[in-house]
């Protein structure tokens, strides 16, 4: 059986004297869609950056793709990101002096790989943005931005993808659009791990872990945005099996 992605055991976050992660263990299944859902607040985020290695527990173990974060150097996860590894952050994370192309294949460029312009322009064509390549990142708009920090990732062929709230400033087609993209991923055996708070678009993951106060009530497979609903209320359903 393939190991999952990535485990986690007692993970806690605590920021100041505030408990944000009070103990959460689950395993993320490799080559599949993970979603991450919950009221505002209740520390999505936070656990998406502890299971991706940007923040660092107070306690427990977070394990990615084998590695125990806990041992490994900065250096260590800079080349995670750089081979194996991409985040489509909420806040895009764009280098505004770039042009839409320029930021896709900057993770190339900063890795002295082989730099495609053309598949940097396609992919921007695919997420709509096909008469937007040129254009100064600090241009564009939220939707576009966000676009475009999901090709950089694309552009990466990275095998383990995170993305923080990816549809979140996204018309409803748009969206559709991200989505299938991310669902096309996991199709093709790439892990997707997504925090969002649509939960028509958390309905489209295999797996959907269900957050609350920090916490993790519920952990559902293939789900219906209902079951998910249904799951989010306090004394709701605790585990639902579907039929993903
Ligand atoms: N770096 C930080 N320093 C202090 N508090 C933080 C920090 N990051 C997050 N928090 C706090 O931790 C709590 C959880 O935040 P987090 O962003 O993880 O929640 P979320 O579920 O993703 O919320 P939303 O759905 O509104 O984006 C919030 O109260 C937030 O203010």
Redesign the pocket.
């Known amino acids: 059986m393939t190991p999952p992605a990535i485990e986690v055991e007692a993970l806690a976050k605590t ?2 004297n ?1 408990p ?1 992660l009070r103990g959460i263990t689950a395993a993320i299944p490799a080559g599949a869609m993970t979603a991450i859902v ?12 502890c299971l991706a290695g940007l ?1 660092r527990p107070t306690d427990g173990r977070v394990t990615v793709l084998g590695h125990d974060l806990s041992r490994l150097s900065a250096r260590a996860v800079a080349r995670l990101y750089r081979d194996r590894i991409g985040f489509v952050f ?1 806040t895009y994370n764009l280098i505004p002096s770039l042009s839409a192309r320029e930021n896709v294949v900057l993770p190339r460029r900063l890795a002295g790989g082989r730099v495609d312009l053309a598949a940097a322009d396609a992919l921007l064509a695919e997420m709509g943005l096909g008469d937007r390549q040129r254009v100064g990142a600090a241009l564009l708009s939220s939707g576009e931005q966000q676009r475009v920090a999901l090709a950089r990732v694309l552009a990466t062929d990275a095998g383990l993808v995170f993305a ?2 990816p549809t979140g400033a996204l018309d409803t087609h748009t969206a559709a659009v991200v989505l299938g993209r991310l669902r096309t991923l996991a199709d093709g055996s790439k892990t997707v791990v997504m ?1 969002t ?1 649509d939960l028509d678009a958390a309905s489209l993951a295999d797996h959907v872990l269900v ?1 609350r106060d ?1 916490r993790l009530p519920a952990t559902l497979s293939g789900p219906s945005a209902d079951e998910i609903r249904r799951a989010m209320v306090p004394g709701g359903a605790p585990l639902v099996r579907g039929s993903r």
């Not at 919950?38 to 950056?49: E, I, V």
């Open positions: 920021f100041g505030i944000v919950g009221p505002s607040g209740c520390g999505k985020s936070t656990m998406l950056f923040e909420q923080d709230e925090v708070h957050m920090g």
